[in-house]
Structure formats: C-alpha cells, structure tokens
C-alpha cells in the first residue's frame, strides 16, 4: 500500500481534502477542518471514528482482522493489502464522516494512533 493509492481511492470524495497530517507523519484527509484519515507510509490507515463510533461498534471492530483499535483513542488503524481491507477502509471512512457530522462541534484534532500507539515513532510496516 502507498500513500498514493490510498489518497486515489478518495478522490472522487470531494468533501475530502488532501494536507499534511497534524501528526507530523503521512498525508491527512480532511472533512472541513476536521482530519478523518492519516496515511502513514507502510504503517497502515488511521481512521478518525471518533471516541463515540468506536464504543458504539467495537466489539465488530475488533472482529476485523485488518483493523486495530486502540484503548481510550479516537482512531483505529486499517491495514490495507487487498480488495477487501480497502472496502472496509471505504466503510470507516464512510462512518467516520457520519459521525463527525453527528458530532458537529469542531474541537481540536485527537492524537492519531502514530502518536498514542507509538509517541511519534514511525511504526513498522504493517503485518
């Protein structure tokens, strides 16, 4: 998976804008002011669901092999290496987009998973 790839799968989203990650690391894909996807170069796809989306559906997150939730964050990760992680991708970002707007509040960004998971470390490629 490339940061290229995954940022051309949204291309055609045209309420997702393209910018640098306030992480520091990767590419972000944002909704008006809010940051719903960082791609991280061999490291997987966070996706922002939010703190409600996730304890709403966690236990079928968690049931997804490709998908990684984190305690006490606002993200998961998607590992993407075939057909059907990336629709699985499509549908968090899907979601994660409904659940932003449910949100509507425009509060400063929540750390994604590169620097909760791993202090801003760059992760080791995806497995």
């Given amino acids: 998976m490339s940061l290229d790839s995954v940022v051309e799968w949204f291309d055609e989203w ?17 909704a008006g002011r809010c940051e719903i996807v960082h ?13 409600w989306a996730i304890g709403r559906f966690a236990q079928e997150l968690r049931q997804v092999a490709g998908v990684r939730v984190p305690e006490n964050c606002a993200w998961v990760t998607v590992g993407v290496e075939c057909q059907a992680d990336s629709d ?22 929540a750390p994604c998973t590169v620097r909760r998971v791993y202090g801003g470390a760059v992760r080791r490629r995806w497995r």
């Fill in 14 to 30: 045209t309420h997702l804008v393209c910018g640098t990650a306030s992480c520091g690391g990767g590419v972000a894909l944002s």
């Fill in 39 to 51: 791609v991280h170069e061999g490291a997987g796809v966070d996706v922002h669901l939010t703190r």
């Fill in 88 to 109: 699985v991708l499509m549908t968090l970002v899907s979601l994660a987009l409904h659940a932003h707007a449910a949100d509507g509040a425009s509060r400063a960004p």
